[in-house]
C-alpha cells in the first residue's frame, strides 16, 4: 500500500508564493506517477499538473502555466509544487494523487492514492 502526505500550504498575499509536498510512504520502490488537483468550494476537483516516474511534467493546467512548477525528490520520495504570483482565485483545496502507471493523466479516477488535501488561501 501506499500513503500520500501533503504539507505546506496556509495563507498567503496576492503574488506571493508557497510550496507544496507529497511525499510517499509505503511500497514505492517502483516510483509513482503524481499528479497534483485543486478543488475551490463549490466546484469541482481541476487539475494542475503531473510528472511522470522518470521526471517529465505533462501540460499544466492553462491556470498554471508560468506560475506552477512540479518537480520530484525520487531519494525523498517527495513531489513538490511550487506556486508562484499566487492569485485570489488559486484559493482552493490542493490534492497529489499518484498511480503506478508509466504516464500520468489529467482524469481524477486514473489515481489510486491520494494525499489528505492541505488549504491554500490567498489574500486579495
Known amino acids: 500500500q501506499v500513503q500520500l502526505v501533503q504539507s505546506g500550504g496556509g495563507l498567503v498575499q496576492a503574488g506571493g508564493s508557497l510550496r507544496l509536498s507529497c511525499a510517499a510512504y509505503g511500497r514505492t520502490s517502483s516510483g509513482l506517477a503524481t499528479a497534483w488537483f485543486r478543488q475551490a468550494s463549490g466546484k469541482e476537483r481541476e487539475f494542475v499538473g503531473a510528472?511522470?516516474?522518470?521526471?517529465?511534467?505533462?501540460p499544466y493546467g492553462d491556470f498554471a502555466k508560468g506560475r506552477f512548477t512540479i518537480s520530484r525528490d525520487n531519494a525523498q520520495n517527495t513531489v513538490y509544487l511550487e506556486m508562484n504570483s499566487l492569485k485570489p482565485e488559486d484559493t482552493a483545496v490542493y490534492y497529489c494523487?499518484?498511480?503506478?502507471?508509466?504516464?500520468?493523466?489529467?482524469?481524477?479516477?486514473?489515481?489510486?492514492?491520494w494525499g489528505q488535501g492541505t488549504q491554500v488561501t490567498v489574500a486579495s
Open positions: 494523487a499518484a498511480s503506478r502507471s508509466t504516464g500520468v493523466s489529467d482524469n481524477v479516477y486514473d489515481y489510486e492514492y
Open positions: 510528472i511522470t516516474r522518470t521526471g517529465n511534467t505533462a
